[in-house]
């Protein structure tokens, strides 16, 4: 891969803590980037003159703003066609809308339609990393892995388990699914920009048996990471905690078997316990935070505040299927909105907030030390954000009256529609072409 010398308008955020994040702007970037790595990052007056830039391919970027790619921390490989099946709660949701899905994953030309769909959605989003809930069928799983590998993204994904409350054809027992997880596994953990995780459906959709198997699958493969669901929706936290009555809570029915970990992202967590929320931090253990699906099934607000303040580490999912749609743009809005509704049981929280949601928090939350943000060291993980002439977004931000200004009205506004181009590794896995842009107001006047 040849040496390239950016020249953009960015906008990153570093580093945390939420409810206090800070943003960084710069109106002239020069970013270097060598074998899909930022070398080197600095003023374009600076770094432009380097020696090490003399023979470097220069691409200039500053009609649009340049952001970090998105990282997405839970989002539903076969629900894409389900996304839509509004007026449900989440279990009546799951049996006419999700599982029916889920089923067809058993028909590989199906399942490799739905794979191309996924992750031409994701890249279309400009999310460049994703944590992936797989399908119940090793081959379909095979299948994702395949186009996950041909795409370029960053992709995360597993085996979905569940031995009871699923429809029939959906169900595995604790040996299969640790032989064929395993598999798995060993044949795609670690490969390029792949890593696999064990992901048993949810506890109301397990035995303790399964969750065994689960543990001991993690065991084998050294390094897998576990994602699973946690606190979504009251009835199916009073029907977990029938399924279990020897653990204390929901999270308990993981913990006991040993599964939460720094390497563990659990979705929702919409109505946690206190004892929860402490478990979860000491254990290092993440949440995803999927704010449209907790609107779109009734499932309730967010308490974030409530995480942040114990420790718990928290980034955005979407939640496709249950959520409406890949672009985490849209979620962080939606986050945004939710801390509102909470009032002062809720976090309030700044455009740069809601940016290391999207970026630097996921990165964290799946072991990514590379990306999140645009500094030197880091993989070249990036979207150009470019809304077309004539588009509210594009008027806007012209008139920003600030860095942070103008973020917000990217989240307000912005669509997958805005994005020009998304690289993961320097590689560009993503192009819109679009009508070019009237240049913007300049951001060091701004910030």
């Keep these: 891969m040849s040496t390239t010398l950016y020249r953009a308008r960015a906008l990153d955020v570093p580093s945390g803590p939420l409810g206090g994040a800070v943003l960084r702007a710069d109106e002239d970037l020069a970013l270097l980037v060598a074998d899909g790595v930022i070398t080197r990052r600095g003023p374009w007056t600076e770094v432009s003159r380097a020696p090490e830039a003399s023979d470097a391919v220069v691409q200039d970027l500053r009609a649009g703003l340049l952001l970090p790619g998105f990282v997405d921390t839970h989002v539903h490989f ?238 955005l999912g979407s939640d496709v299927g249950g959520g409406t749609g890949f672009c985490l743009l849209k979620e962080g809005l939606q986050a945004y909105f939710a801390q509102q509704l909470l009032g002062a049981a809720g976090l309030p929280l700044t455009a740069a907030d809601v940016l290391h949601l999207a970026t630097a928090a996921g990165a964290r939350a799946l072991g990514l030390a590379e990306v999140g943000h645009l500094s030197e060291g880091m993989a070249f993980d990036a979207v150009l954000l470019q809304p077309p002439t004539g588009t509210t977004l594009e008027a806007v931000l012209r008139h920003a009256h600030d860095a942070d200004d103008a973020l917000a009205k990217i989240f307000a506004l912005g669509t997958p529609g805005d994005i020009a181009s998304v690289w993961v590794g320097g590689e560009m896995v993503n192009r819109h072409t679009a009508t070019p842009t009237t240049p913007m107001v300049p951001l060091t006047t701004l910030s």
Excluded: K
């Excluded at 959709?205 to 993690?218: G, N, P, R």
């Design 78 to 315: 076969p629900q894409v066609r389900a996304i839509g099946g509004l007026g449900r709660p989440l279990l009546q949701w799951l049996e006419t809308c999700a599982l029916p899905e889920e089923a067809r994953m058993a028909e590989p030309a199906y399942a490799a339609a739905v794979a191309e769909e996924l992750l031409a959605g994701l890249a279309a989003a400009g999310t460049t990393t994703a944590l992936v809930f797989g399908a119940h069928f090793s081959d379909a799983v095979e299948t994702l892995f395949t186009a996950a590998e041909r795409s370029g993204l960053r992709i995360t994904a597993g085996l979905v388990v569940g031995d009871r409350n699923l429809r029939a054809d959906l169900h595995t027992d604790p040996a299969t699914a640790y032989e064929e997880g395993l598999a798995l596994a060993q044949r795609w953990h670690g490969r390029g920009r792949l890593r696999y995780a064990v992901t048993p459906r949810f506890s109301f959709a397990t035995t303790d048996e399964m969750l065994a198997s689960c543990a001991a699958l993690v065991d084998a493969a050294p390094g897998v990471r576990f994602t699973s669901h946690l606190n979504e929706n009251v009835r199916e936290v009073a029907a977990v905690a029938e399924l279990f009555p020897q653990a204390g809570d929901y999270l308990d029915t993981y913990d006991r078997h040993g599964l939460l970990t720094p390497r563990s992202v659990l979705a929702h967590n919409v109505h946690p316990t206190d004892a929860e929320l402490a478990r979860l931090a000491a254990s290092g253990t993440s949440v995803a935070h999927c704010p449209t699906s907790n609107a779109s099934l009734g499932s309730g607000l967010f308490p974030m505040r409530r995480h942040v303040e114990v420790g718990v580490e928290v980034a």
